[in-house]
């Protein structure tokens, strides 16, 4: 099983676990949430009644599938609350493999 190439798990390292019976079980390593604040900033989103992650996502990113990169940009531990507060400022950002831009 290979994630898809938009999944938050895309990279991430596979491993072996072996259970009490001696069988083992393919699966992917933990994934720690990076740290936002070197995430490159690609704009802001007011978030709007009737707002959702995926809708916010596929206008803003294209793809509706993406909707964890803005939970991982705001340190979202619960993404659906994100949009539970209109006029809540979301940060839209690149992925963390790209990093911050430098400044210009």
């Known amino acids: 099983m ?4 938009n999944s938050r798990y895309q990279g991430i390292a ?3 676990l072996t259970r009490a019976d001696g069988t083992e ?3 992917l390593q933990q994934r ?10 690609l704009a802001e989103h007011v978030v709007a009644e009737g707002d959702r992650l995926d ?3 596929a206008v803003l990113l294209g793809d509706p ?7 991982d940009a705001n340190r979202a531990m619960r993404p659906g609350a994100l ?22």
């Open 2 to 5: 290979t994630p898809a190439a």
């Open 14 to 16: 596979r491993t072996t």
């Open 25 to 27: 079980v393919a699966c």
């Open 32 to 41: 720690y949430l990076p740290d936002p604040d070197g995430f490159a900033m």
């Open 55 to 57: 809708n916010i996502a």
């Open 65 to 71: 599938e993406l909707a964890w990169r803005i939970a």
């Open 83 to 104: 949009t539970d507060g209109i006029g809540r400022r979301l940060r839209i950002t690149l992925p963390d493999a790209v990093g911050a831009l430098p400044n210009v």
